[in-house]
């Protein structure tokens, strides 16, 4: 028999499960750890907590409570072992959020994240699939991190490129939830593996009622990443992003392939992505621009016009 204080289970495309615990309290829960995508341990730790902390941003929630995920092979120095957590530690510290444990077990390849609670009020849980026509499409980090850390493996990144994605990885989504609090959104998830368009197919919902018109003239790229698209340097998922959604997505003849294939690359840490009344949308820009943080229009939500969205 189903739970019914399960509001969000695993039966939708959902950034994270949702239980009712009272008529003032709901329990977001999410999990996400992965195998190193920078060199440096202290960054890879803060990168891997930002990005399990996005998703209860993502659903509308404040996370409190985190438990760490590790993985590690028994020849690892536990100097860098130590670091991973410490990034860690200190990207749950900036987000108000206490680790209170967690769990290790030895594996070849080492792996963090962390297991994550959030608590939201039943009434503004923000879920992935429910845009509403005429709103806008909001992006709050660029693109580009799977493009560029390809391209770091490869010695093929300028120093302050790969300075400035590390840094986009590592940054929360807390400062993007907190700022559109006082706004109408519709529908919100962040960017992570299934790339911008992989993402934007889930907020399109399966009910054929809405379309995603994406601008591709106004999708924020991080520095060099056009470059190394251009070049081909592109992670796997790229491609498979493509495969899984490519026929529900129309580009413009106008597109060039590379920022096609850009809007299909497995992000990490990425950003938010809102749907937002449009009368309301230049207030949240200048807000996350006094806070010291961008957001970028990036499209709108349309009736339905046959498939889920469509690249102009």
Not at 143 to 154: E, R, V
Not at 160 to 176: F, G, H, P, W
Request: proline share 4%; charged share 20%.
């Amino acid at each position: 028999m189903a739970d019914e204080r399960l509001l969000i289970g695993f039966d939708s495309d959902d950034d994270a499960c949702v239980y009712l615990v009272s008529d003032q309290t709901a329990i977001v829960q999410t999990v996400d750890f992965f195998p190193p995508v920078v060199d440096d341990p202290y960054d890879y730790g803060r990168i891997a907590a930002a990005n399990a902390l996005s998703d209860v941003y993502a659903m509308g929630a404040v996370p409190k409570t985190a438990l760490n995920l590790l993985c590690f092979p028994s020849c690892l120095d536990l100097a860098l072992v130590r670091r991973i957590l410490e990034g860690g530690a200190d990207k749950c510290l900036e987000a108000g959020v206490s680790v209170a444990g967690g769990h290790s077990i030895e594996d070849d390849e080492p792996k963090f994240g962390l297991s994550v609670m959030g608590i939201c009020h039943p009434d503004r849980i923000r879920r992935n699939d429910t845009p509403q026509s005429g709103h806008v499409l909001v992006l709050t980090k660029p693109l580009g991190t799977g493009a560029l850390s390809t391209a770091a493996k490869q010695q093929l990144l300028e120093a302050d490129s790969e300075k400035l994605m590390i840094e986009t990885m590592a940054e929360l989504n807390k400062y993007a939830f907190e700022n559109s609090l006082t706004f109408e959104v519709s529908a919100s998830t962040d960017i992570t593996g299934f790339g911008l368009l992989g993402h934007a197919r889930e907020m399109a919902g399966r009910k054929q009622e809405i379309t995603l018109e994406v601008d591709s003239s106004r999708i924020p790229l991080l520095p060099q990443a056009l470059e190394m698209a251009r070049m081909g340097i592109l992670p796997g998922g790229t491609y498979r992003n493509r495969d899984h959604v490519g026929d529900q997505v129309t580009f413009a003849d106008s597109v060039p392939l590379a920022l096609a294939d850009l809007m299909f690359d497995p992000q990490t840490s990425g950003g938010l992505l809102l749907a937002m009344r449009e009368d309301q949308v230049s207030a949240y820009l200048e807000q996350m621009k006094a806070s010291g943080h961008q957001a970028f229009v990036i499209g709108r939500v349309l009736a339905w016009e046959g498939l889920a969205i469509r690249v102009i």
